[in-house]
């Protein structure tokens, strides 16, 4: 059967590619080999993360605790069920919502597990029927890696998609890599009470952060009772001092744990796509390489989200698959964007968001620059929801004052960054906040104190 794009992977990605295509007239075909459609985005990733990283919130009182005379924690011990049941009334809204678009759009969905028969055919392997098309998409994510001195034969030791089906909270959690979905999931455990203990080899908290931004992140870590253990690999083994798990440091220092979640990075899932018939190159840990129109080294198949590598966020994994269709159905309509702007948002506690250049980046390049600084606890709005800690930073080139980086650390710092992407779009100078009115009390009321003191400090 011929269709005009394939697209394989029904996540986040291969959902906005197909329904891309499908807004342009073309006839789509879309395979998964997932019960539910919308991938690790929605069933173990993001939105499962960050719909538990709220339940948190709640559950322990974290955002009331700076509120004079306010408690609204629970009176009682947490379970499971309290900690699970928003996560799991969420992803079924959205698996609801999925499918309904993928209806409403025409795109015909094809259950099983896709395979290459060479560049423009691509076998369902547990019907056998064969999709013929001149152009197909691959968006099938990614998985965590399992390194082997790790047990996970153990059933304490989880990894970022078996995390979900923990029975009981920990007491305690060894978090085995200091990356996004490892220190996300640090602060959502630490909300409820868990004392988390941190292992990375690495020395700084997510390096591509603006290092201001990093350290502050890593002392508002601190203070909510986070441990980290730097410049040391890890090995995990059987029970160890009556706790489940025992963690075994490359110094000598051993952990005893109630759980152990294993971030120690992902791989792309491309294991059953047979990409050698396609003649399809893949790299390190299976990232598939693309041009600056996803395209691969095989002009007619494209790759966007996990399985291409770094952001593999939900986010621009999706943007990727909209540029990605429209260059290749409406290159005319849609002319490509010259922008790399993507934001990044990290949901820890407190959140993390940027766009843009970093202070580091800009003096390897040479650049003269100004950075201004707006202060949550400067600001009404900060005091009200009471972050005290959380600020707002603007990196602008000397001479036009053009932003040139937008950084926030704070309550609802991934929502503050649209309005700095939208300024950077523009090509606009930080004047653009001066001369903007903001509501009061609000936290976009701190571009202005941000772009005032940019404009003090040049």
């Known amino acids: 059967m011929s269709f005009d794009l394939i697209v394989i992977g029904g996540g986040p990605a291969g959902i906005v590619a197909a329904t891309t295509a499908s807004g342009l007239d073309k006839k789509v075909a879309l395979i998964d080999n997932h019960a539910e459609l919308g991938g690790a985005g929605a069933n173990t990733g993001t939105v499962p993360s960050k719909t538990l990283r709220e339940t948190a919130l709640a559950l322990s009182g974290m955002r009331s ?26 992803k079924a809204g959205l698996n609801h919502t999925l499918a309904r678009r993928m209806e409403e759009s025409k795109t015909e969905v094809r259950k099983g597990t896709a395979t290459f028969v060479d560049a423009r055919h691509v076998r ?22 399992h390194p082997p001195e790790m047990s996970f ?19 305690t959690l060894g978090v085995v890599g200091a990356g996004v979905i490892g ?10 009470g868990t004392k988390v203990h941190v292992i990375d080899a690495r020395d700084v908290l997510l390096s591509f952060l603006d290092i201001e931004i990093s350290n502050a992140l890593k002392t508002a870590m601190e203070r909510n009772g ?88 939900a986010s621009t994994s999706m943007d990727q698959a909209r540029r990605a269709v429209r260059h290749v159905f409406a290159p005319d309509r849609f002319p490509a964007s010259a922008s790399k702007l993507l934001p990044t948002g990290v949901y820890t506690i407190p959140e993390v968001s940027m766009i843009g250049e970093t202070e580091e980046s800009l003096k390897a390049a040479g650049v003269d620059y100004i950075a201004g600084r707006g202060h949550y606890g400067s600001s009404a ?53 001066d001369e903007a009115c903001f509501n009061i009390p609000t936290l976009g009321q701190l571009y202005k104190a941000a772009a005032l003191d940019a404009v003090r400090r040049m």
């Not at 005379?69 to 799991?88: K, N, Q, W």
């Not at 990894?159 to 029975?167: A, G, H, Q, R, Y």
């Not at 160890?240 to 963690?247: M, S, W």
């Open 65 to 90: 605790r700076n509120l004079y005379g306010v408690d609204l924690s629970l009176r009682r011990e947490a379970t499971v069920t309290d900690f699970l049941r928003h996560e799991r009334g969420v």
């Open 183 to 192: 220190v996300e999931y640090a602060c959502t455990f630490a909300a409820l």
């Open 153 to 171: 034969g153990l059933p304490e030791v989880y990894d970022s998609d078996t995390i979900l089906e923990l029975d009981k909270l920990p007491g």
């Open 124 to 145: 369902i392997d547990e019907s056998g029927e064969v999709l013929e098309s001149d152009h197909i998409l691959i968006a099938t994510g990614s998985s965590p890696v």
């Open 226 to 313: 986070i441990v980290f253990h730097w410049k040391e690999r890890c090995g995990c083994c059987g029970s160890e001092d009556g706790r489940a798990v025992g963690l075994n440091l490359s110094s000598g220092e051993r952990l005893a744990m109630d759980a152990v979640l294993v971030a120690a990075g992902r791989k792309s899932n491309i294991e059953k796509l047979n990409l050698g018939a396609a003649g399809v190159v893949a790299g390190e840990r299976g990232q598939i390489p693309v041009n600056d129109h996803y395209r691969t080294n095989v002009p007619n198949i494209l790759a966007v989200g996990d399985v291409i590598g770094f952001p593999a966020m």
């Open 381 to 433: 709005r900060g005091r009200i929801i009471g972050d005290l800690y959380g600020f707002l930073k603007l990196l602008v080139r000397r001479g036009d004052m053009r932003v040139l980086g937008v950084h926030a650390i704070g309550e609802q710092a991934t929502e503050l960054v649209h309005i700095g992407l939208m300024a950077m779009l523009a090509g606009a100078s930080v004047e653009i906040f």
